[in-house]
């Protein structure tokens, strides 16, 4: 049995349902003045989750805590969009792992069972400092195959009669993907939210949020060697287009993909982009990345499509002045880049540099 303060900390489990059922809450209720602190919990669990990417744990008040759960998920549902659907998962995956790592090793099993009902014993063998847990390998199998490092691979660990040994840290790896995935679940189900008119107020407040941090949101996704600011306009709009959730066409999505495998991007990472700021099918989206890249089907690695292609399609939107000089987007990128770096080094150049920037400047714009 989980008390108060755990069910504060995991409020996915199924004795939260359970308590929200026994109360007798229903949406209709919420307008109530007596339920405004959970209200404003909940709404503040969404602003994190936007905001910082992870839900704090506010356990001074555990009922208010618990209750603002469910209500949260509600919001999130309720607004419909599906790049918060993904923020928040995860952000409540996270806030439930950073908790799950400070407890002890028969709280996490106890949690992974109940809450999951997953087949997970307590290793009694000589390893069990190490790898305390031992976890039937289609629990294991079902979150790990979310996670791309090597180490997550079924070949790469030892499992002894069905069951594969994984640390404390492991196992809150685990329940985290688990809690991601079971909410992700919850929010796509089929069936939408009405909110009563008195409610409606926190869903403007959360949507603002929420466009105010979508573009910052989208740029820390994309990972360091890539830098946004070089993407040429019709690029940007479409890698815009796909954080903001908007439906883009076959064309788009083809020459954002390759774009972005030309200008280096590793293959997983653009796999991880799409889908943790969309609702993409991860094993589809690393299908057609791959193809794209040339390693499946005809073998062909794909560039992006010219110019003129993507202005035939409608996609070259808001051209500027760089785009009068080239004819590809990829062109764009280089150009781009170096003029950002040539800028930076102005700044502060050295007599080597101011020679070799006034020897470059005076061969004028080109077409690569
Ligand atoms: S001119 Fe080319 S690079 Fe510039 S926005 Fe249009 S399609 Fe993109």
């Known amino acids: 049995m989980l008390s108060d303060l755990d069910l504060a900390k995991y409020p996915f489990t199924p004795q939260t349902t359970s308590l929200v059922e026994s109360l007798g809450i229903k949406v209709g209720f919420l307008t109530d003045p007596t339920y405004r602190e959970i209200l404003e919990r909940a709404k503040k669990r969404v602003e994190e989750a936007i905001k910082d990417g992870v839900v704090g744990a506010d356990l001074r008040k555990p009922s208010v805590e618990t209750l603002s759960y469910p209500v949260a998920i509600m919001f999130v549902k309720a607004l419909g969009d599906r790049f918060l659907y993904r923020r928040y998962a995860t952000a409540e995956a996270k806030r439930a792992s950073r908790l799950l790592k400070k407890e002890l090793n028969a709280k996490l099993l106890h949690l992974a069972r109940e809450a999951f009902g997953w087949r997970i014993n307590a290793n009694m063998e000589e ?15 079902r979150n790990a195959s979310r996670l791309h490092e090597a180490k997550w691979k079924l070949v790469n660990r030892a499992v002894r009669d069905g069951y594969v040994r994984v640390t404390k840290v492991e196992a809150a790896r685990l329940m985290e993907s688990e809690v991601e995935r079971r909410i992700m679940e919850g929010l796509l189900a089929e069936g939408e939210v009405e909110l009563p008119e008195p409610l409606r107020s926190y869903l403007q407040e959360i949507g603002k949020v929420l466009e105010e941090n979508r573009g910052r949101i989208g740029v820390e996704a994309l990972p360091s060697e890539v830098i946004i600011e070089a993407f040429p306009p019709c690029i940007r709009r479409a890698y815009e287009g796909l954080i903001s959730g908007r439906k883009a066409s076959h064309m788009e999505r083809f020459a954002l993909t390759s774009f972005l495998i030309n200008i280096g991007m590793d293959l997983e990472k653009i796999v991880k982009l799409f889908v ?3 609702d993409f099918d991860e094993e589809l989206t690393r299908y057609q990345v791959e193809h794209i890249a040339g390693l499946r089907g005809s073998r062909t690695k794909y560039t992006p499509p010219t110019c003129s292609t993507l202005r035939t399609h409608g996609l070259c939107i808001n051209p500027n002045d760089l785009c009068k000089r080239i004819r590809h987007p990829l062109t764009y990128y280089r150009r781009k880049i170096r003029s950002i770096r040539g800028g930076r080094e ?23």
Do not use: I, N, W
């Open 346 to 368: 102005r700044k502060q150049p050295s007599k080597e540099q101011a020679q070799t920037a006034t020897a470059s400047s005076s061969k004028g714009p080109q077409e690569e």
């Open 276 to 278: 943790s700021v969309s």
């Open 127 to 141: 390893d069990a400092e190490r790898y305390p847990f031992l976890l039937h390998f289609t629990d294991y199998l």
